[in-house]
């Protein structure tokens, strides 16, 4: 069993700036990567992002690429998304997931563990 639980979301206009942490306790190992997935009003969970155990592998959608990036503290056993530049539609419910796998999950399905989200609200 993982706990995720999420933080940092909020209120931000456009073009600004947010990080969103999600601490993991419980069952770890090797092939442990963390995704980060957001959800819209109304729309199916969309990927976001993923980064593999000790930081390594590192995946991003395209429509984030370069404005996103994942990050991790071991120690902490913490991941984090640096969100820059982010648009209205950026707007839901964001999630971190767990996933036992060596791929490069990107679907929902693929993930074993989820947090309970935080709202990230881009204002225009």
């Known amino acids: 069993q993982v706990m995720l639980v999420e933080s940092g979301g909020g209120l931000v206009q456009a073009g600004g700036s947010l990080r969103l942490s999600c601490a993991a306790s419980?069952?770890?190992?090797?092939?442990?990567?963390i995704g980060w997935f957001r959800q819209a009003p109304g729309k199916e969970r969309e990927f976001l992002a993923s980064?593999?155990?000790?930081?390594?592998?590192?995946d991003y959608a395209d429509s984030v690429q370069g404005r996103f990036t994942c990050s991790s503290d071991d120690a902490k056993n913490t991941v984090y998304l640096q969100m820059n530049s982010l648009k209205p539609e950026g707007t839901g419910v964001y999630y971190c997931?767990?996933?036992?796998?060596?791929?490069?999950?990107?679907?929902?399905?693929?993930?074993?563990?989820w947090g309970q989200g935080t709202q990230v609200t881009v204002s225009s």
């Open positions: 997931a767990a996933a036992y796998t060596l791929g490069i999950p990107r679907t929902p399905i693929e993930y074993h563990y």
């Open positions: 419980g069952r770890s190992g090797s092939t442990y990567l």
């Open positions: 980064i593999g155990r000790s930081g390594g592998t590192m």
